[in-house]
């Protein structure tokens, strides 16, 4: 398993590899210390000589107070992952000095000095310090060869097997840097799974928050969100009634999980009809995909338009745009939201019509009063709004005049007399549903426009029309004028390259903060080890009998691993015992001169006997 080549994630897990360390480094620390004070006490309160008192007190005292400096320095973790391999070596040359220092200053040393002490370093290299794989391999290799050559030219000359005592000693490290190379292997093994692991499941959770996130802007661009809310509520108590229908009665046929009719009414709204007028020869001349843009470039803007304004926007049929005003949330002001709308949609469509040529335009028609909405629909649901409210409002529009805001009598009582200069509608004289309802219609007198704002459009339209009549289509022009307006694309955030940056960001950010939050010293903290959830504190198995029988059923791929390290470490003390133990030596030369002399005794051989008695010489 191979890390992205992601320098943020390699910086993390780098981090995150430091951070276990760290908790191990410190018990190392402390380990030491202790070591040195008790030595040290033992050294005081003994008889020995005070050459060699001296010679051991002092790389213990200095061991203990570096020790305790550097313990002190590590609890800052920004210090400590600057400074985390001078701190190793600092605690390494400590540890050897421990060995080295008696040896140099003392006349007499043994082969079998220190042996301990030495692979002891060696452990705690491979297994406590903030080093890697070659920098612990050089080390442990470094410290094994300074004492088997310090040995060899310490020691005592006439010491009998000498020579297989240092061999000995040369095996048992051998033996332990491969046993701390085995440890230090999986231990890197064990991290990366567990940094792996966990950056799969917050990636997992991130995009499944993501996509759930998305449905819900999917679910809402269908319905409102206060019809979407209660939706979701229907359906999640439906689910779980057919989950207890089916776990009473297994036979039984699910129920449907959607038929129940989420309709509500509000009073005293607005509502807008809105519809393109000669927008046919403006599509004529192009292609269904300019088409297609335009049409959505035009509603998207218009989409802008009805939120700045607090209306909703119901539906599109064609080039038909009809919102609400009012719904769900009852506002004073919705007939002159929807007025406003409307002289605004005038203005955009005024500005498509100077910058193509061609004579498109707005009819608009508002009425104010009462209606139903909500979700129909088994298979596709659909939001509408229904009232012979909604119906005055349609013909409204078709009755209306281009580049007019058509308003009925009801919204005019809604509107602020002071503010909205109106003329006659006349709309029954157009229409035959207002002639039979005697509906007064009328007229909304723009207000004039600033002539800043006028002089921007001109030179913004003249600026995309300039250059030769021919050389820009009508099509290119409106086309390149919808895209200044800047309306949001539709799932425009969602596409592949957003998406994996938002994930990989945030994913960042949460492994940061699971795995490398703030904690106290868990080696050293008990409270952590016996308040673990189902987990025996002792035994360390679960306390839930199945978890711990399909915790047994797992395989243990690294089983076959331990099982060879086990067998070297018995191999390497049978060879030691065997063939380097000075008793097993004598024994070995015994039994083989009993094997020569038999054979001599047995063949007779002149060659073989001179052979025995060579062997017996020796």
Known sequence: MKLQKNMDMKNLYDRYCLRQKHSLFLSLLVLAILYAVCVVTLILISDRP??????????????????????????????????????SVAVWFCLLSIVFVPMLLLEKTATKDNVAIVMCIIVFIYTMMPVNKIQALTASAVTSIAHLVLSGILSDRHVQCLNWQLIANAVIYLCMNLVGLYHKWMTDIAQMHTFMDTRYCIESRIKLEYEKEQQEQLLLSVIPAYIAAEVKRGIIVKMHQSTLDVSRRPSAPPSSMFHEMYVQMHKNVSILYADIVNFTPLAHGMEAAELVKTLNELFGRFDKIAQDNQCMRIKILGDCYYCVSGMPISRPTHASNCVKMGLEMIEAIRAVRQATGVDVDMRIGIHSGDVLCGVIGLRKWQYDVWSDDVTIANHMESSGMPGKVHITKETLMQLDENKWEVEPGNGAQRDELLKEHEIETYFIVPLKRKASIESESEVDLKALGSGPRGSIMSSTRVARYLESWEADKPFANITEGVVAKNIELTSLALIEASLLQPRRNSCWNFRYWINVEDIHPVSLHFT????????????????????????????????????????????????????YKWWAYQSFNHSAYIAYKSVSFL
């Open 50 to 87: 005070a050459r060699e008192n001296i010679a051991h007190l002092i790389p213990l005292c200095i061991t203990a107070a570096v020790c305790f400096l550097v313990a002190v320095c590590v609890q800052v973790q920004a210090l400590f992952r600057v400074l985390a391999i001078y701190f």
């Open 544 to 595: 839930d009998t199945s978890l711990e029988r399909l915790y047994y059923r797992q395989p243990d791929p690294v089983f076959k691993y331990s099982i060879a390290c086990v067998s070297l470490i018995y191999f390497c003390m049978l060879i030691i015992q065997v063939f380097f133990m000075p008793k097993y030596v004598e024994i070995n030369f015994v039994v083989m001169n009993y094997f």
